[in-house]
């Protein structure tokens, strides 16, 4: 167990000169690092008190969570958020964070009692609209309220250089941020939101996105709607929560953060991931947060809450293992322009299949190998370019001796490669036919796959997703 990480240790003595049970070494490599003998250590924390790397670089950091065991089911991860309003509203202090408005747009808000807390409980997956909260934050500060802002790092950053502009006393304002992932365009919330309705055919009644009902760890979406119906998908089945932990379409502005690393509110906050391998006995399954102090306003007022909490101080590094994004900036996935430009063709599910999956109709991948086992005669549906620049292609894997078009003017004649065109109808003539559709546009790619579903044929791919397969075999 080291206590600085490696690389950063400098070998300086302060840790094994102050331990008072000798049992800090020094492991040489190529570098000189303290090494903490586990069987020997009794955990009092003084070598990580005297360490400079850890007093220079590194603020405290915590695992903890609310001894409201009810509060912990309520919020995102171990109720943190709660539990610090909570200390300031007794103070007849301010709280303003993001709430869901009746279209379930996300704005900053206000509230000042604890009946209103709910409404900023829980993680939003989607910008907030700041609005006039920036002003709001000013006249309370100067009424000499006591006011906490949480946000992401940006809007903290954003309100304390307007304060700052306004020359406003900011002793009364504590601020608190999020290790935050990148935010969805707002755009691409409403498509998912206006989808699921016409899915459901109803109004939403309610949404979260962190609904604990498996465990913190298996947290899901879900959405109640007006007519009594329910949703609840996973985060890997669910497409919006897909586009967002990808990073496919988030706001431009995320890709190129300036806020990661050192922040300049006075607490973050995040889910503890991890925590279950790293410090089982600080591990709550219902939900454990990070609480990260960036100033003495931030430990005060962790502080003042401790009889409410469990906590136990943690390493810095521990956080950021399974959540980098501390430190990182999200990078820019190569789909992502495709997709804002597919964005008004398609629903969502479809835009995903087309542009990440490269698998329009969704369907699980053939291997070539096991189509000659089950000796599948391969027809080729599209007379086309696209079967015309692959062709050759196919061949390296297949052996090819039908096309089918749905233009009528291509029927019995000869094409690419000297196969003859066929008509669809006479795919059901062949024994074992196994469908390629070679045809670039996406609409028309789906239009064919419900024209073949109609036909009853439902043993087909797409083209590029069959080279997929095909080019991972040693199949010829």
């Known amino acids: ?50 360490c400079p790397i850890l007093k220079k670089e590194s603020p405290k950091a915590y695992a903890a969570y609310s001894l409201d065991e009810e509060l912990v089911m309520k919020s995102a991860s171990g109720g943190m958020f709660s539990v610090l309003s909570e200390s300031i509203l007794e103070k007849g202090g301010v709280i303003f964070g993001a709430a ?22 829980r993680s939003k997956y989607v910008r907030s609209r700041i609005e006039n909260c920036f002003e709001e934050v000013a006249s309370y500060l100067d009424s000499e309220r006591t006011v906490l802002f949480t946000g992401t790092s940006c809007q903290i950053e954003g309100l304390l250089s307007y304060l700052s502009a306004k020359n406003t006393d900011t002793s009364l304002l504590y601020t608190q941020d999020l290790i935050c992932h990148g935010t969805v365009l707002p755009s691409v919330w409403r498509k998912y939101l206006s989808e699921k309705k016409k899915e459901y055919n109803s109004e939403i009644k309610d949404i979260s996105f962190r609904n604990k009902k498996y465990s913190w ?18 985060w890997s089945d669910d497409i919006y929560m897909k586009i967002f932990l990808n990073d496919y379409l988030l706001c431009e502005s995320c890709y190129n953060c300036k806020y990661r690393g050192k922040r300049k509110s006075d607490i973050t906050i995040a889910d503890f991931w991890g925590i279950s391998d790293i410090d089982p006995d600080a591990c709550n399954k219902y939900g ?27 390493s810095l590094n521990d956080i950021t293992k399974y959540n980098p994004i501390y430190y990182t900036t999200v990078k820019k996935p190569k789909e992502r322009q495709q997709l804002l430009e597919k964005i008004d063709e398609f629903s969502l599910d479809e835009l995903y299949k087309i542009c990440v999956e490269k698998n329009p109709m969704g369907f699980k991948k053939q291997k070539p190998s096991r189509l000659k086992e089950k000796k599948k005669e391969i027809v080729i549906f599209g007379a086309g370019q696209c079967l015309n620049d692959n062709l050759d292609r196919i061949r390296n894997f297949a052996t090819v001796r039908y096309v089918s ?21 006479e795919i059901l003539k062949i024994d074992n036919a196994y469908v390629l559709i070679a045809i670039e546009n996406p609409k028309i790619a789906f239009t064919v796959a419900s024209q073949l579903l109609d036909m009853k044929i439902t043993d087909f791919d797409y083209i590029h997703n069959w080279f997929d397969y095909a080019e991972k075999e040693d199949y010829i």
């Open 405 to 425: 078009d749905n233009n009528s003017s291509k029927w019995g004649k000869k094409i690419f490669g000297g196969l003859t065109c066929i008509s669809p109808d």
């Open 217 to 234: 760890n298996k947290q899901g979406i879900s959405i109640e709607f007006e007519n009594g119906m329910e949703y609840f998908a996973k």
């Open 288 to 314: 454990t947060s990070a609480v990260i102090i960036n100033t003495p306003k931030g430990e005060e007022l962790f502080s003042s809450v401790k009889e409410k909490i469990f906590c136990k101080e943690e």
């Open 100 to 121: 869901f408005d009746e279209n379930f747009e996300v704005h900053h808000k206000a509230i000042e009692t604890k009946d209103d807390l709910d409404k900023l409980r």
């Open 1 to 50: 167990m080291v206590i600085s990480d490696k690389g950063l240790c400098s070998g300086c003595g302060a840790c094994k000169s102050i331990c008072p049970k000798d049992c800090i070494s020094f492991k040489e490599d190529d570098n000189i690092t303290a090494v903490i003998d586990k069987e020997k250590c009794i955990d009092c924390g003084l070598c990580r008190k005297v």
